[in-house]
């Protein structure tokens, strides 16, 4: 049997970053995606967004890549958005993803920041939170991400 202890903040933003998740659906939209992990057998500690981007803390199991873990909840997801109706200007996820790993003893936190984000990006674009995100831990920012 495998261990592991990785937290992870993962922002997955909407096809070139279009305002194409309504507020109005935006529960409906993190119950699906809690559903995914669940079935994933991953843990979701918060999920919250604005409309053209969601941020999750979650964990996975170790028998599933992160890159994988991201794949399965965008494809599955895009689906559902595609087929509710209640997305009709959504055109997928971008191609890439954000994913940063945290210390566990952070994690209330992270929760918090996540839960804040409506108010968050009152202040601040997604671009300025995911550079910003990059200067924190270090990390070089690439355009090619943006």
């Known amino acids: 049997m495998s261990y592991t202890q990785i937290l992870y903040h993962i922002v997955i933003r909407t096809k070139s970053s279009f305002c194409t998740i309504p507020r109005e659906h935006f529960l409906q939209l993190y119950k699906y995606i809690w559903g995914i992990i669940r079935n994933k057998k991953g843990t979701l500690y918060r999920i919250n967004g604005v409309e053209d981007?969601?941020?999750?803390?979650?964990?996975?199991?170790?028998?599933?890549?992160?890159?994988?873990?991201?794949?399965?909840?965008?494809?599955?997801?895009?689906?559902?958005?595609?087929?509710?109706g209640l997305f009709p200007s959504f055109d997928g996820w971008s191609k890439g993803y954000c994913a940063l790993t945290y210390s566990y003893k952070g994690k209330d936190i992270l929760i918090r920041y996540v839960k804040n984000q409506q108010a968050h990006h009152k202040r601040e674009t997604y671009r300025e939170e995911i550079a910003r995100f990059f200067a924190e831990m270090g990390v070089e920012v690439d355009e090619r991400f943006f």
């Open 53 to 84: 981007h969601i941020h999750l803390v979650c964990d996975l199991p170790p028998c599933i890549s992160l890159a994988n873990y991201v794949k399965d909840i965008k494809v599955a997801s895009s689906l559902w958005m595609k087929h509710s």
